[in-house]
């Protein structure tokens, strides 16, 4: 059974007349009887009762129409996503992100792209920077938003975003209200920071910002993400360093507040893997930007 079969069938059973038949498929008449005994012959059943007046379904012919119809929408349908997914427009879109990607307009961005592009899916997968770098490995996910860490050939890194850092404080600390903090101010104060084994890269960059203001931090808590550092900041367990993006869970019982000096800053790299096809990938990254890049300073 071939689809140009069923859509000579449909046209017959539809118009009830070869004549008619044949001129909306642009054939000739014989030439669409021939094919149409042609088909009934293979089904092996009787599609439509002829006389030298009138064209009728049979019972099997009833049913096939139906059954046709449906089959070549579904055939156009595939050609139209097939279509769509060679310029981007279809398909799904597995994307890692750290925490911190939630402040920085990727919710937004799924709501909006799936709005306006009906046919694509996005799935999110929160993951750290390593089970980002296993999962594009193991085709697992095709994109990723991660800090900094140690990247294989196969994994192509490109900074998507940069932000300063602020010292995250509770509302009624002492220095809650000054317009920039000297790092060196809160040299006395207990930190909270996440464990090196968590995020290396931060851990590893916020003591040696501390180190260069001229002491070592006292770190007293530890957190894994960045919601429960803001959380424990709220609860006057301690101060922090967390990226700008933290500013927008417009807390009410903390404050964020830039630094005077401030050699290090908080990037996100967006990862792919090396040599992919990037067509929905660079797609959503567009929309994505779009959302974010306008409340990065």
């Known amino acids: 059974m071939e689809l140009r079969q069923l859509k000579y069938f449909v046209a017959v059973a539809e118009e009830l007349h070869f004549g008619r038949a044949a001129r909306r498929l642009f054939i000739s008449q014989p030439a669409l009887s ?11 059943v009787k599609l439509l009762e002829r006389s030298s007046k009138s064209v009728a379904l049979t019972n099997a012919g009833q049913v096939l129409l139906g059954e046709a119809r449906r089959l070549l929408q579904q055939a156009e349908d595939v050609a139209k996503v097939t279509l769509q997914s060679a310029h981007g427009l279809a398909g799904r879109l597995r994307i890692g992100f750290v925490n911190s990607m939630l402040y920085r307009g990727l919710p937004e961005a799924v709501q909006q792209f799936e709005a306006a592009h009906a046919s694509v899916e996005i799935v999110l997968k929160e993951m750290n920077t390593a089970e980002q770098v296993r999962a594009l490995q193991q085709l697992q996910i095709d994109l990723g938003f991660a800090h900094w860490g140690h990247f294989p050939a196969e994994v192509a890194t490109q900074v998507w975003m940069s932000e300063a850092l602020l010292c995250c404080l509770p509302v009624h600390h002492k220095l809650a209200k000054r317009r920039r903090i000297d790092l060196r101010q809160l040299s006395h104060e207990p930190f909270i ?3 090196r084994t968590v995020s290396p890269h931060y851990h590893d960059q916020i003591i040696a910002t501390c180190v260069e203001a001229g002491f ?3 770190i007293r808590h530890e957190a894994r993400l960045w919601q429960t550092v803001v959380t424990m900041v709220e609860f006057q367990m ?3 360093l967390v990226p700008q993006a933290l500013a927008r869970t417009q807390s009410q019982r903390a404050v964020f507040i830039p630094l005077e000096r401030n050699t290090f800053s908080s990037q996100i790299l967006r990862l792919t893997r090396a040599g992919s096809q990037l067509d929905l990938t660079e797609r959503f990254l567009a929309a994505l930007t779009n959302v974010a890049r306008p409340r990065a300073h």
């Open 216 to 218: 070592s931090p006292q």
């Open 193 to 195: 920071l996440f464990p």
């Open 34 to 44: 021939f094919d149409i005994r042609r088909f009934e012959e293979q089904l092996g």
């Open 238 to 240: 301690g101060v922090a």
